[in-house]
């Protein structure tokens, strides 16, 4: 299906301007525009839908995507979850701290024989 391209356009930008991004990334996800759903989905901080769309779209910038998430939990004090993401970055030093914070000794040592 096509769609006119103004009118797309007029409606992200629409639901960006009231707030709406997670909305506005469904809506860009529906009308294929995959750079928009990723950008709006990151900024509402659904980093799942984000990780979707760019592993499909944009493989180059999964790892750079897995580490902003990783620093969004961590930021969140939600150690554990960002241990995970720091390791499928590749960033096992932050993956250690992390697991530090988080008293999560057995993960921390697992990280620790890799490095």
């Not at 096509?2 to 996800?29: C, M, P």
């Not at 554990?80 to 590749?90: P, R, W």
Request: include cysteine.
């Amino acid at each position: 299906m096509e769609f006119n391209s103004n009118l797309v356009k007029r409606i992200g930008e629409s639901l960006r301007e009231r707030n709406l991004l997670v909305e506005a990334a469904e809506y860009y996800d529906a009308v294929g525009d995959m750079e928009n759903a990723c950008e709006n989905y990151k900024k509402s901080h659904h980093y799942e839908q984000a990780v979707r769309i760019t592993k499909k779209h944009f493989p180059a910038n999964v790892v750079a995507l897995e580490e902003e998430w990783a620093g969004y939990l961590e930021g969140k004090k939600l150690y554990d979850l960002a241990c995970n993401h720091y390791v499928e970055a590749g960033k096992l030093r932050q993956a250690l701290d992390t697991a530090i914070a988080g008293k999560q000794w057995g993960k921390a040592m697992q990280i620790i024989d890799v490095i």
